[in-house]
């Protein structure tokens, strides 16, 4: 599929050129890079007015991918330049959540501090807040790196990535009673039995059992979060095999999307994921009613990306 322009709405009083790849009811994928959207002003209209930027960069690791990831100091250069212009796009107590994977020392058995560094001068850069940093856990991930772990059998697998959230201010928009998980067993006992042990702890702190006894609904989250992609891919590696087109290497878990997307923004707010890959963003808020636009270079992964919503009746 090729790119073509077209003259679109995308906001209140502007009218602008983009490559539009498609749209649905409560959004809009364009084809292009990011730098191409910011330098053609394709997203002006949502400078101070994105509830949410929610994405997923091409990680640093130490060989070059199709999907476009760069290596080493060119990487933390990259993420850094873009950095105080995604900013621009924050509401006041918008949301930035960025997650970014592992790298290893090329040829070494040993891990890189890049994606380390990339935070530290994002943040920087981008003159953000740090508000919380989270662990995702994909237990269904295969072994690797393939030659430590696999081969010579020296590392164990990697199998998680740090996602970091980040605001214009130290007071975002957030509500984690969004996210409440479904109570342990033990806690429905003891929500049940009216039963807890209360008192001074060792620590010296009083717990009083009024404050365990209650039933919010359900629990309150931690920051690590774990997750399987696996099912969520059937129909799109389908529709990717029917079109003789290779899916996309880096598929985002849903329930990562899901999960900030309900902590951090309401029904109607806006969400942009800036790469966008096969578009596990746009799908998962607009399952959510959230208004979204995401941006995807390669035209494949944008054709390919509309399976992602068969689900919700569109085509």
Same mark, same amino acid.
């Given at each position: 599929?090729?790119?073509?322009?077209?003259? &679109?709405?995308?906001?209140?009083?502007?009218?602008?050129?983009?490559?539009?790849?498609?749209?649905?009811?409560?959004?809009?994928?364009?084809?292009?890079?990011?730098?191409?959207?910011?330098?053609?002003?394709?997203?002006?209209?949502?400078?101070?007015?994105?509830?949410?930027?929610?994405?997923?960069?091409?990680?640093?690791? %130490?060989?070059?991918?199709?999907?476009?990831?760069?290596?080493?100091?060119?990487? &933390?250069?990259?993420?850094?330049?873009?950095?105080?212009?995604?900013?621009?796009?924050?509401?006041?107590?918008?949301?930035?959540?960025?997650?970014?994977?592992?790298?290893?020392?090329?040829?070494?058995?040993?891990?890189?501090?890049?994606?380390?560094?990339?935070?530290?001068?994002?943040?920087?850069?981008?003159?953000?807040?740090?508000?919380?940093?989270?662990?995702?856990?994909?237990?269904?991930?295969?072994?690797?790196?393939?030659?430590?772990?696999?081969?010579?059998?020296?590392?164990?697998?990697?199998?998680?990535?740090?996602?970091?959230?980040?605001?214009?201010?130290?007071?975002?928009?957030?509500?984690?009673?969004?996210?409440?998980?479904?109570?342990?067993?033990?806690?429905?006992?003891?929500?049940?039995?009216?039963?807890?042990?209360?008192?001074?702890?060792?620590?010296?702190?009083?717990?009083?059992?009024?404050?365990?006894?209650?039933?919010?609904?359900?629990?309150?989250?931690?920051?690590?979060?774990?997750? %399987?992609?696996?099912?969520?891919?059937?129909?799109?590696?389908?529709?990717?095999?029917?079109?003789?087109?290779?899916?996309?290497?880096?598929?985002?878990?849903?329930?990562?999307?899901?999960?900030?997307?309900?902590?951090?923004?309401?029904?109607?707010?806006?969400?942009?994921?800036?790469?966008?890959?096969?578009?596990?963003?746009?799908?998962?808020?607009?399952?959510?009613?959230?208004?979204?636009?995401?941006?995807?270079?390669?035209?494949?992964? &944008?054709?390919?990306?509309?399976?992602?919503?068969?689900?919700?009746?569109?085509?």
């Amino acid at each position: 599929m090729g790119r073509s322009a077209a003259a &679109v709405q995308l906001g209140p009083g502007s009218l602008v050129e983009a490559y539009i790849g498609y749209e649905t009811p409560h959004g809009r994928m364009l084809c292009g890079t990011v730098e191409e959207a910011l330098d053609n002003r394709w997203l002006d209209t949502y400078k101070g007015r994105t509830d949410l930027i929610f994405t997923s960069p091409p990680f640093p690791l %130490s060989r070059p991918k199709r999907y476009g990831n760069k290596t080493g100091d060119e990487y &933390v250069e990259w993420l850094t330049g873009l950095a105080p212009r995604l900013a621009k796009l924050l509401a006041p107590k918008g949301s930035l959540v960025i997650e970014i994977g592992n790298a290893w020392e090329p040829g070494k058995p040993i891990m890189s501090t890049l994606s380390l560094e990339a935070l530290l001068a994002f943040l920087k850069s981008s003159g953000l807040q740090l508000c919380q940093q989270f662990i995702c856990h994909n237990s269904a991930r295969l072994p690797g790196p393939a030659q430590w772990v696999n081969v010579e059998r020296i590392r164990v697998k990697d199998s998680y990535t740090h996602v970091w959230w980040m605001a214009k201010t130290d007071r975002p928009k957030a509500n984690n009673k969004n996210v409440l998980t479904p109570y342990s067993p033990e806690m429905k006992r003891l929500l049940r039995t009216k039963r807890y042990n209360a008192g001074t702890r060792p620590s010296g702190h009083f717990i009083g059992a009024e404050t365990f006894l209650t039933d919010n609904g359900g629990a309150i989250p931690s920051s690590v979060l774990q997750y %399987s992609n696996t099912w969520w891919n059937a129909d799109y590696i389908q529709h990717c095999k029917k079109l003789k087109v290779k899916p996309h290497p880096a598929r985002m878990q849903p329930g990562l999307a899901e999960f900030f997307i309900k902590f951090l923004t309401d029904e109607r707010d806006l969400v942009l994921d800036p790469f966008a890959g096969s578009n596990t963003t746009g799908a998962v808020a607009e399952s959510l009613k959230r208004r979204w636009v995401a941006i995807e270079p390669e035209a494949d992964y &944008v054709r390919t990306s509309r399976a992602r919503f068969a689900n919700l009746g569109l085509k």
